[in-house]
Structure formats: C-alpha cells, structure tokens
C-alpha cells in the first residue's frame, strides 16, 4: 500500500500564488509514481509543475518521468519562478502572458 502523498512545504503557497494570477490548478500529488505535483491551466495551455522546495531535489523516478514526458512539465520552487516559466510556454503558443 502507498503511504500518504507528502507535498513540500511552498506547496500550498505555490498553488494559491497561481490561482491568485488566473489560473486554474489540480492537486496531482497523491498520484505518485513520479508525476508533479500540479496541474495548472492558463488561456488553453496546461502545465504539470513539479514543486521543490529551494534545497529540494527531484527523486529517481521524477527524473525518468520528466525524461520521458514529452508534454509541457516544468519544476519550480517559487510561485514568481512558476509564473515566468508559465509566460514563456504561453508565448511560444502565441498567448497572452499572465499579470
């Protein structure tokens, strides 16, 4: 049996800090297995993000699972440092970036 998903300590912050700017996010942290921690949607583009903290680092089976996704996955530690990483995608889809 799994034990309970742990998520880092600026989950939370993370995740209000993206609702705030817009943008609709999904808990993915129970999931395991190596998948991020959240789903987020902005202006039709969604977002797995892998929450670490500052000193946090990604375990064995969230680098394999970063090496083989082939969507949009980024791993941020701040909700400033998700935000820009989201501006970017949204600009390569020609998409208006987020305030």
Same mark, same amino acid.
């Given at each position: 049996?799994?034990?309970?998903?742990?998520?880092?300590?600026?989950?939370?912050?993370?995740?209000?800090?993206?609702r705030?700017?817009?943008c609709t996010?999904?808990?993915?942290?129970?999931?395991?297995?190596?998948?991020?921690?959240i789903?987020?949607?902005?202006n039709?583009?969604?977002i797995?993000?892998e929450?670490?903290t =500052?000193?946090?680092?990604?375990?064995?089976r969230?680098?394999?699972?970063?090496? =083989?996704?082939?969507?949009?996955?980024?791993?941020?530690?701040?909700?400033?440092e998700?935000? =820009?990483?989201i501006? =970017?995608?949204?600009?390569?889809?020609e998409?208006?970036?987020?305030?």
């Amino acid at each position: 049996m799994r034990r309970a998903a742990r998520v880092d300590a600026n989950h939370k912050q993370i995740v209000q800090g993206l609702r705030s700017s817009g943008c609709t996010v999904q808990d993915l942290s129970a999931v395991g297995k190596g998948c991020p921690d959240i789903l987020v949607g902005r202006n039709g583009l969604n977002i797995l993000i892998e929450i670490k903290t =500052e000193k946090g680092k990604l375990t064995k089976r969230q680098i394999q699972w970063h090496q =083989e996704w082939r969507g949009n996955a980024i791993i941020a530690t701040t909700t400033q440092e998700a935000i =820009e990483a989201i501006n =970017e995608l949204l600009k390569t889809k020609e998409m208006p970036p987020m305030q």
